[in-house]
């Protein structure tokens, strides 16, 4: 018989480096990635012509003001997700405890993209973002590294290198180095939210 996945649970695997992800039969295993892919938001790098559209401010930004869509919209992309309907539960237990954030890029009163994660102590722990509107989940990432940089969040966990996310200055760490700076930054008392 499964065990239902708990909020309790989810936040101890991130302390412990792991973190859950749903197959396509939606069982959900715990991972640490090795290498683990990280983004320094002190050396954060934005591309040139992204940090024009930024400034251009052509998207409103917001935190937590729509989480169920965002999580929705990430759930539901065209490309297939690791995100079972057990996960979407729990992810907005998390939510409503607090520690599950969304980053949210609008056009008028259209959500145009985002990103979701857990944010604890000092650390965030990116889990997904979506587009509808071409470059808005950048803008929205862009966003969240600024804010993390206001609030003294010091580790931006994004677990799997991407060539999308390799333009922003995403390194690989092995196991050991990324558990050190976990560490770290859970210690540092940060409020994300």
Known sequence: MPVELTPEQVL???QQGIFPMADGCGRIE?????????IDPQTFHVPRT????YRQQRFELAVNRDFPAVLSACANRPE???ISTEIARVYTELHELGFAHSVEA???SA???GLYGISF???FFGESMFHRVPNASKVALVYLVER???RGLALLDVQFMTDHLRQFGTIEIAHEEYMERLTAALRLPCRFA
């Open 80 to 82: 297939g997700t690791w």
């Open 111 to 113: 959500l145009a993209g």
């Open 148 to 150: 993390m940089n206001r």
């Open 121 to 123: 102590g000092g650390a």
């Open 50 to 53: 992204l940090r024009q559209l």
């Open 12 to 14: 101890r695997g991130y």
């Open 30 to 38: 715990f991972y640490a990635a090795d290498p683990r892919a990280i």
């Open 106 to 108: 609008y056009q008028g």
